[in-house]
């Protein structure tokens, strides 16, 4: 075995401890948006600080795949593919770690919820719930099997979500103009859709990711995906 071979085969199970720690983080940050939506949905405050709780493990797993990253990038200083794929991995462990915060926000609106009657039954903000999960998850598929047309079916899944946050917003503003007391809980379910809202942006952030790394082409701020 020459050594060229046996460094070739280092750096690719390097970039494979990348790929399962994000995998690993990802799974990470999908079951805390799970379990702050069950903390909702249940009235569990204690679920609820466990989740919060649980968010340091998202914190600590950003720090240890940046470490891990700029390591390989210091030591083999890789090129073209292999370059995009570390520098992708920087920017998705970012918006990783913005989902688990996302995910202490809405444990923290359902701590001061559950302090007072529930407003209403909680059934389209779990839906909402279940397609950011999903898109959360395809997003992260696509980047371990570098496949663009996951990452499009992430892109194009944005807008259902949108329409989600402005029927839970209208719902909710009618319930403040019908009964000004229910403005403060109203108000903390707003922000619950709208955290849930930003999560399914990080979601697209990391599919837009997904097609510089496969394609190198930038479709950030809506620039057009039809030629990939």
């Known amino acids: 075995m020459n050594t060229r071979q046996h460094s070739s085969r280092e750096f690719e199970a ?29 009235r569990d405050s204690d679920l609820a600080e466990r989740t919060i709780a649980a968010d340091k493990g998202t914190d600590k797993s950003e720090m240890e795949i940046d470490e891990l990253t700029l390591k390989i ?24 770690e913005r989902v688990g915060d996302l995910t202490v926000n809405i444990c923290e609106r359902v701590l001061e919820l559950n302090t007072e009657p529930q407003l209403k039954p909680y059934i389209d903000l779990p839906r909402m719930a279940a397609r950011v999960s999903a898109i959360v ?38 319930f403040m103009i019908e009964d000004p007391r229910t403005i403060t809980r109203a108000m903390r379910l707003i922000f619950i859709a709208k955290y849930l809202e930003r999560i399914s942006d990080h ?13 190198g082409s930038d479709v950030r701020h809506g620039a057009s995906i039809n030629v990939l």
């Open 14 to 42: 390097e970039l494979q401890s990348v790929k399962n720690a994000l995998l690993a983080m990802g799974g990470r940050a999908e079951h805390l948006l799970g379990d702050s939506i069950n903390a909702l949905v249940n």
């Open 73 to 96: 990038l210091a030591l083999r200083q890789p090129v073209g593919s292999d370059l995009r794929f570390l520098a992708t991995a920087l920017k998705i462990v970012t918006d990783l």
């Open 137 to 174: 998850r395809t997003s992260l598929d696509a980047y371990v099997s570098g496949d663009v047309e996951k990452a499009k079916d992430v892109l194009a899944s944005e807008q259902a979500i949108d329409d989600l946050n402005v029927q839970i917003f209208r719902e909710l503003v009618s």
């Open 203 to 215: 979601a697209t952030n990391i599919a837009e990711q997904v097609i510089f790394m496969v394609k």
